[in-house]
């Protein structure tokens, strides 16, 4: 079992830069690989980025890619998104998700098997 605490999150204005952070607990948190999805009022949860258990590999959605950055530090059970030049359209609950399969980059919310409650994100025009 894994348990996701998520934070960072708050209001900014567009343009601002936000780093959200993910604090797993347990001992296995090296060997998943994590994802950051979102969740936007009347939307569907989308995917936003996820890292491989090592950090070696990481894919992005387009509608983000050039602006975010995942990263990991498995001595502290923490993964990281690092979001800049917010836009409106980034306002969402940001949550991070843990797939028990380490080397998937999966964008698929289905393949996670623990969700953290998320970090409101709202961005101000």
């Known amino acids: 079992q894994v348990q996701l605490v998520e934070s960072g999150g708050g209001l900014v204005q567009a343009g601002d830069s936000l780093r959200l952070s993910c604090v797993a607990s347990?001992?296995?948190?090296?060997?998943?690989?994590m994802g950051w999805f979102r969740q936007a009022p009347g939307k569907e949860r989308e995917f936003v980025a996820v890292?491989?258990?090592?950090?070696?590999?990481?894919y992005y959605a387009d509608s983000v890619k050039g602006r975010v950055t995942i990263s990991r530090d498995n001595a502290k059970n923490t993964v990281l998104l690092q979001i800049v030049s917010l836009k409106p359209e980034d306002t969402a609950v940001y949550y991070c998700?843990?797939?028990?399969?380490?080397?998937?980059?999966?964008?698929?919310?289905?393949?996670?098997?623990?969700w953290g409650q998320g970090t409101q994100v709202t961005v101000s025009s």
């Open positions: 998700a843990a797939n028990q399969r380490g080397g998937s980059i999966s964008y698929r919310a289905s393949q996670y098997d623990y």
């Open positions: 347990g001992r296995t948190f090296s060997t998943y690989a």
């Open positions: 890292i491989n258990w090592s950090g070696t590999n990481t």
